[in-house]
């Protein structure tokens, strides 16, 4: 590498502090706002746009250690300083983007794609960002910091990847889960993966303060998305999102949020890329909350010229469950900076949707049907144009929400009509009857 690239802590609100990476601070010292990771971009500057594009692309796939990571794949640009001995991967990223053709049909749409973050280790996005906080974390061990533990509060996804990546490399990890608020396999996971699991009775903004105080005294390290190493991570979606678009900037992406660290991520992603004359224009973001947690879409309404906390109802989309968003603040900032949109979705308008889009082929969790119902809502009013290419984020596998499925399709899911179930048809081993019965579903299908 012809120039050392480096990267520090900054505060988000612009004052002169910054910190080493490797220091346990998740807040600035002077006026306690949440801190970026701040890039050298004058050494990133000594290498062409191209040249940066024609490395990322020839590191898709590559077996060097850890490069063909979607996220280690674009290191110099996510987390420079680290020994690639340190580095804790399991080949995260370079997932799919699903063109949603059918989907897209749907709503008059021939350019709509769905980025699958979810096919991951893990089965959430969530693993772009953990990689890099957990392979800080063990080079700070190995620079001798003392770190007990990593510890996170979760609506169920970021617990499950901070556990499985800490197994990896043999840290311990304390997950805090806000009780029968997540599924059965969010919470499984954890377990697995011989975490420390607590069980609180509060909802997720109740565990974030608990684990603010226990993560105090600085042994034990804070691995929520305050924590802006994880925002590192995150943000290689938005590179290879224009990555597998040969480099052309899409005209929208649809991203669901709750704690609001994504968002902001997903604008940092492509804020750097424009620095980098990599992009020459901005994609429109738009940002979708269930109704049932849906602060930001409140003040959104009120051109955010101020932000309420709410408390929260229960909805399906449980990940983002969240009335009190630690990230608010640079989400907004990121909003402001692309053109944002706030959208919301009743339960059954996510249920809906994922249950559409899984008649497409794909297999939505509820945050994505979220996201897809947002879109509809989007389009159907003029304000997507039908010929946009749009990118909808796919946060999560399917298979973790098995409740959320069961439930639709069974139509026991209370308050939701379940307009597109599909129940297993319930017959004896009689060939008379099983060849009258398709004959009625096959004809049932054509009439659709
Ligand atoms: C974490 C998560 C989100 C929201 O991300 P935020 O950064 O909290 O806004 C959305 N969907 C899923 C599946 C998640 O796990
Ligand atoms: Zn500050």
């Known amino acids: 590498m012809s120039r050392e690239f480096r990267a520090h802590f900054r505060c988000s609100a612009g004052c ?9 601070v998740y807040r600035c010292k002077k006026c306690g706002e949440l801190l970026e990771v701040s890039h050298d971009m004058e050494a990133l500057r000594s290498r062409s746009a191209s040249e940066w594009k024609g490395l990322f692309d020839s590191r898709v796939g590559a077996t060097q250690w850890p490069y063909g990571s979607g996220v280690w794949g674009k290191k110099e640009f996510v987390c420079p300083g680290i020994d690639d001995e340190a580095i ?68 169920g996804d970021t617990s499950a990847a901070l556990a499985a990546y800490c197994a990896y490399a043999g840290i311990p990890s304390i997950v805090f889960l806000p009780s029968n608020k997540i599924s059965v396999a969010q919470l499984v996971q954890p377990m697995a993966n011989n975490a420390i699991v607590l069980s609180l009775d509060t909802d997720f903004d109740g565990c974030m303060r608990v684990v603010q105080e226990v993560t105090k005294n600085n042994t034990i390290y804070l691995a929520n998305s305050m924590n802006s190493l994880r925002i590192e991570g995150q943000k290689s979606i938005s590179i290879e999102i224009l990555q597998q678009f040969d480099w052309e900037v899409p005209d929208v992406v649809v991203i669901p949020g709750g704690n609001l660290g994504n968002v902001s991520a997903l604008a ?21 909350q269930a109704e049932r947690a849906n602060p930001l879409y409140r003040s959104f309404l009120k051109g955010f010229s101020d932000f309420e906390p709410i408390v929260p109802g ?28 706030v959208e919301q979705a009743s339960e ?46 796919s946060t999560a596998h399917g298979l973790k929400f098995s409740e959320f499925k069961i439930g639709y399709h069974q139509g026991s899911i209370g308050g939701i009509r379940s307009t597109y179930a599909n129940k297993p048809i319930e017959l004896p081993p009689d060939i008379d009857r099983v060849n009258e019965t398709l004959a009625r579903e096959l004809s049932a299908r054509k009439r659709a």
């Open 16 to 24: 002169d502090e910054t910190y080493p990476l490797d220091e346990v």
């Open 88 to 155: 804790v991967s399991m080949y995260e990223g370079n997932t799919n983007l699903f063109w949603a053709k059918r989907f897209g049909q749907m709503l008059g749409m021939k350019d709509l794609w769905v980025k699958m973050c979810g096919n991951s280790h893990t089965g959430s996005f969530k693993d772009l960002g953990m990689t890099v906080l957990v392979s800080m974390v063990n080079e700070m061990i190995r620079r001798g910091v003392r770190l007990d533990a990593v510890a996170c509060a979760s609506t």
């Open 268 to 288: 940092r992603g492509f804020t750097m890329m424009h620095e980098l004359g990599m992009m020459d224009r901005r994609p429109r973001i738009v940002l979708a």
């Open 314 to 341: 229960k909805t399906l989309a449980s990940a983002i469950q969240i009335g009190d968003p630690v990230s608010v603040r640079k989400a907004i900032a990121a909003l402001k900076e692309y053109d944002g949109i």
């Open 348 to 393: 059954e308008e996510l249920a809906d949707a994922a249950a559409l889009a899984d008649r497409t082929g794909l297999y939505a969790c509820p945050h994505t049907g979220v996201a897809l119902a947002a879109l509809i809502k989007l389009v159907e009013r003029g304000e997507i144009p039908r010929d946009a290419r749009t990118i909808v984020i």
